[in-house]
């Protein structure tokens, strides 16, 4: 029996001055992930020998120069330089960020020839990878414009018991409440209900909506977001027979553990929703982006240069990433199977004359049975 192939995760290297590569090579330490999956670092071969020999690493790794050379068994290096990359860790630089940046931009390519099954990035600097080719917030909005095919992406923060999705992400503060409107709200309450069906395979999803103002607006006294915008909002997600809730206060919601009734909370802005995520996660929180062809995940933390190459980052959060892509992956497998509708494989016919398909199954089958019936009744 032919061996099935393992899930190729695709690893991008992020800032070569930060905790990439520690983070990495220290999850590829365990050989049991190996049986999990076939993984492919985007990056360099000099530079990962240099933090690994830094951080006094034994990960061993296999130097590819296409992602067609993978195989299985090996942790594959894919080479995207051939210049040499100045290392500077634990301090940000602008060649660090274009590092990032080719990285990424290989992978990018390779998802659309179909060379791996799902993404897993790295922490970036968002200020040292701009560019002429890069003007965006971050890993989100980049990867929605590459390979989004039109789809609109949703950031959610997870872990294995609090999903947290955002309205608005990488925006200043001034801005946020301009971009809280009741389209927006309803976009992504909607990406979001489908992806916990999707992606995480819960059936019927309970979504929980926080309010923009203290208080949830104290009745108007302190904002009247929650009257005009996301009270409407959620009333006509009810009739799209998505189960939104609220609007909550966050300091309450957090506060008194009520987000654990709920599959799923939908945050109005980055710091409402990630500052009590990051609280509870602690190590274990995953960055998945939703609603995109792309299954891409990145762990919950940043580029750390305060403790890049001191050996002391936690590899968790990576590791989680990898799970995560991998789950995700297989449950949208798992989801969609059943809907491709095998039944015009049964029964539809192709005429020889090129005229549209007819059910010719179900006559034969009505033409057996009556002749089955005369045989009876001629028997009796």
Known sequence: MEQEQKIRVAITQGDTNGVGYE???????????LELCTPIIYGSSKIAAYHRKTLNLETNFSTINNAEEARDGRVNLLNCFDEDIKVEIGQPSQEAGQA?????DRAMTDFRKGLYDVLVTAPINKATIQSPSFHFPGHTEYI????????????????ETLRVAL???HLPVKDIATAITKESI??????????????FRISCPRIAVLSLNPHAGDDGLLGSEEKAVITPAI??????????????AADGFFGSGTYDKFDGVLAM??????????TIALESGVNYTAGLPIVRTSPDHGTAYDIAGKGIADENSMRQAIYTAIDVFRNRQDYDEPLQNPLPKLFHEKREDGDKARFA?????????????KKTEAEK
């Open 100 to 104: 990032a940046l080719v990285a990424l």
């Open 361 to 373: 199954k179900p006559k034969d089958m009505f033409k057996k049975d009556k002749e089955a019936n």
């Open 167 to 169: 309205v608005t992400t």
């Open 269 to 278: 802005y980055h710091d409402q929703g990630l500052a009590p995520f990051k």
């Open 186 to 199: 309803i976009e992504k309450a909607t990406i979001f209900h489908q992806a916990l069906k999707r992606d």
């Open 144 to 159: 929605e414009t590459s390979v989004g095919d039109g789809k609109k992406a949703l950031m959610i923060l997870m872990n």
């Open 235 to 248: 009333e006509e997600l009810a009739d799209k027979g998505i189960q939104a809730f609220g609007p909550y």
């Open 23 to 33: 983070v990495i090579l220290k999850v590829f330490a365990a050989p049991e992930m």
